[in-house]
């Protein structure tokens, strides 16, 4: 069981936050040990607000927390994109997808991303959908995410048409050709224009131009049409968690 005090919560939702994955080894414990461990830690951060994850494998653990009063809220799926993936559907998929490019996001620009963010890029996951928080807390924390990562090294790019900027996507190098996608969206005065294909075909390129042999990222389960793009361009299901969360006084 892997339990963080989520201490950037705080500043992003305004309420101590702990997260918690239950991993393989947790599926033989008993349902007092589980239940227990997590109070314990919940108490010794005194938060008031809890993330728990699980792998779909473990149907016990998912049905025990429902049972504690934790709400299923998403769930996420893990997706891996391998180069030769990525090659055969960039050939695939270039003439459909004409005037795509990208272009390294530079300091000057890091802000407007984060204002373009925050104009509600982000409808669909977990803080946007929970009352408790709401899109606008949602979009908020996003940006503050995307600010911390940057200063943590990650890559951040628009997503061009015809040298336009229609959208954004961050990544980050974790070494020995693997690639971890962090986070992706189309800005608002484009999302009525059905530029889903082409914000995620110009972040294939971008792949491709680089050395990596592995791009894994995650998509919600509250995000079907998303999901059912990155499957088009060659993405592979790799493994599902259930998110349950709860709110305590």
């Not at 702990?18 to 589980?34: G, M, N």
């Not at 608002?188 to 042999?213: A, H, M, P, Q, W």
């Not at 389960?221 to 793009?229: D, E, K």
Request: glycine share 8%.
């Amino acid at each position: 069981m892997k339990c963080v005090n989520a201490t950037w919560e705080e500043r992003n939702l305004g309420v101590k936050t702990i997260e918690v994955s239950l991993e393989k080894k947790d599926a033989s414990l008993s349902d007092e040990d589980i239940c227990g461990q997590i109070e314990d830690f919940r108490n010794n951060c005194q938060a008031k607000y809890v993330v728990v994850k699980t792998d779909t494998k473990y149907p016990r653990i998912s049905q025990l927390l429902q049972k504690n009063k934790y709400l299923l809220i998403e769930s996420q799926i893990g997706l891996k994109l391998t180069r030769e993936d990525a090659k055969e559907k960039y050939e695939l998929y270039k003439d459909v997808f004409p005037g795509i490019s990208y272009s390294r996001v530079d300091n000057s620009q890091l802000e407007y991303v984060m204002s373009e963010i925050n104009k509600g890029i982000f409808t669909t996951d977990r803080i946007a959908l929970d009352p408790f928080f709401g899109v606008n807390t949602a979009n908020k924390r996003y940006a503050l995410w995307v600010q911390d990562e940057v200063r943590r090294g990650a890559d951040i790019f628009f997503s061009c048409y015809n040298n336009y900027p229609i959208g954004f996507f961050l990544g980050k190098d974790l070494g020995n050709g693997n690639i971890k996608g962090l986070l992706g969206g189309i800005f608002v005065g484009e999302n009525t224009r059905n530029y889903g294909g082409l914000y995620l075909f110009s972040s294939i390129k971008c792949f491709l131009d680089g050395t990596g042999k592995v791009d894994r990222t995650m998509v919600s389960s509250n995000n079907v049409p998303i999901l059912q793009l990155h499957l088009m361009f060659g993405r592979k299901v790799t493994n599902i968690s259930n998110v349950f969360i709860r709110h305590f006084e």
